[in-house]
């Protein structure tokens, strides 16, 4: 009964940043409505339709997703102060999904128009590969949002490099996707309206973006390094998800082809089979590289089998925890 006071107040404490980021996800959406041709109630409600109804909830998780890098907790700061900051990188981060969109359409389904397809055509293949970047747009902004630089400027410049670092590893491995596919990606998905292939390459994208978003949680303002540090790990990525495609058609589909059950028999199981594969290495890879995942030797051996478990202290000699630098309004630093 004693955490259950400490517990009421914490929920409490959190409802301003909740509302907070539950205004940001309606002013995302009022962006969206207001940057495109089209009337996002006519498309759901009147024309019910499909493909932009999975287009649009895979926008809207990604633009959750990203909010939710600017909740990282600060230190001794003021609720005004942090819901201002909430504020200003939720804004943010909804104008760069609202870009990473645009980016999509010229650069990574760049042999037709997404919005004709998406409107026009109904095609829900298309709708799965936006919501699969938007996806990866979202986790990788999430990890951006969850860093720090020296002042706010700076940050400003930090996320524009890293937002432009995690478009360029999804249009790469768009690209490298399209050459081990073993099927024409873009005809499939554009021409032939195929929602396996659509499926199966929103899952990729989605993994990709998983993975990328490890190496820009808690980025610094040391970008040389932290770009270098995000590149090698999405060629990593993208390795690992190539081959996990090779595993999936060994393994889990071993009586036929997976490039035939996409391309040919358009089996949109086999396509949520292969983004699952995808998912499942992302997600695998991404908990075994992460920064945070060492643990004191006395604790680790603490949990081998026939041992004693023990809270572990601290090892001496470590450093102490590093303080949160200033608020936006501070003068000492800013979140990135």
């Not at 205004?23 to 019910?48: C, G, H, N, P, V």
């Not at 996320?159 to 990606?185: E, S």
């Not at 005809?187 to 929103?202: L, Q, Y």
């Amino acid at each position: 009964m004693q955490a259950f006071m400490p517990s009421i107040n914490h929920g409490l404490s959190a409802l301003p940043l909740f509302a907070t980021a539950f205004l940001l996800a309606f002013a995302a959406r009022w962006l969206f409505r207001k940057t495109t041709r089209f009337e996002i109630d006519e498309e759901l409600t009147e024309r019910d339709n499909t493909a932009f109804g999975i287009a649009f909830a895979g926008y809207m998780l990604g633009v959750a997703i990203a909010i939710s890098g600017a909740l990282s907790p600060w230190e001794s700061v003021a609720l005004l102060d942090e819901i201002l900051t909430i504020a200003l990188y939720g804004i943010i981060a909804a104008a760069l999904m609202r870009a990473s969109l645009w980016i999509n359409d010229k650069a990574i389904l760049y042999r037709f128009s997404i919005d004709k397809e998406l409107v026009r055509d109904h095609n829900s293949g298309t709708g799965f590969v936006v919501a699969g970047s938007s996806i990866a747009t979202g986790f990788m902004l999430r990890g951006v949002l969850s860093g720090y630089s020296a002042s706010f400027w700076l940050g400003m410049r930090d996320i524009a490099i890293y937002f432009l670092v995690g478009q360029l590893i999804l249009i790469a491995g768009g690209w490298v996707y399209a050459r081990f596919a073993g099927y024409d990606v873009h005809e499939e998905i554009g021409d032939k309206d195929n929602v396996a292939a659509g499926i199966s390459f929103g899952g990729f994208l989605a993994a990709l973006g998983y993975i990328a978003s490890v190496a820009l949680a808690g980025a610094s303002g040391q970008w040389a390094d932290e770009v270098v540090t995000s590149l090698v790990l999405a060629v990593f990525g993208i390795v690992l998800l190539i081959t996990a495609r090779v595993v999936a058609d060994v393994f889990l589909l071993p009586k036929s082809p997976l490039a035939k059950e996409v391309a040919v028999d358009k089996n949109m199981a086999a396509g949520a089979v292969a983004a699952a594969a995808f998912l499942l290495v992302a997600v695998l890879f991404a908990a075994s590289v992460r920064d945070d995942r060492a643990v004191p030797a006395a604790s680790a051996s603490a949990m081998l089998p026939g041992s004693p478990i023990e809270s572990a202290a601290a090892p001496s000699g470590s450093e102490p925890p590093k303080e949160s630098p200033a608020p936006l309004n501070g003068a000492q630093g800013a979140k990135q």
